[in-house]
Nanobody
Framework: QVQLVESGGGLVQPGGSLRLSCAPS????????MGWFRQAPGKERECVAA????????NYADSVKGRFTISRNNAKNTVYLQMNSLKPEDTAVYYC?????????????????WGQGTQVTVSS
């Protein structure tokens, strides 16, 4: 079993930035693809960004392209989501997810492990 612990959420004004971190408990993290998902009230959970195990391939939702950046440091066993130019519509609970394969996906059903989520609120 892999535990994922997210951190870095909070309240930020529109136009501001936040960086989310996710630290899996297992050292085989470097062989897992990772994703960041979010769920806003009354909406389905969606993938905002995903990254391959090596970090060489990434994918973003159209709504966050150019504003969010997913990255990983396998030596530190951590994956990040840098969020810039935040908008009120980015308000959601953000989840980190891990897939037991090097290849990312934007389909939540293909992820094997999930964190508890961290709240991001964008409001003035």
């Amino acid at each position: 079993q892999v535990q994922l612990v997210e951190s870095g959420g909070g309240l930020v004004q529109p136009g501001g930035s936040l960086r989310l971190s996710c630290a899996p408990s297992r050292r085989t993290f470097s062989t897992y693809a990772m994703g960041w998902f979010r769920q806003a009230p009354g909406k389905e959970r969606e993938c905002v960004a995903a990254i391959s195990a090596s970090g060489g391939n990434t994918n973003y939702a159209d709504s966050v392209k150019g504003r969010f950046t997913i990255s990983r440091n396998n030596a530190k066993n951590t994956v990040y989501l840098q969020m810039n130019s935040l908008k009120p519509e980015d308000t959601a609970v953000y989840y980190c997810a891990a897939r037991r394969t090097p290849y990312y996906s934007d389909y939540e059903g293909l992820y094997d492990y999930w964190g508890q989520g961290t709240q991001v609120t964008v409001s003035s």
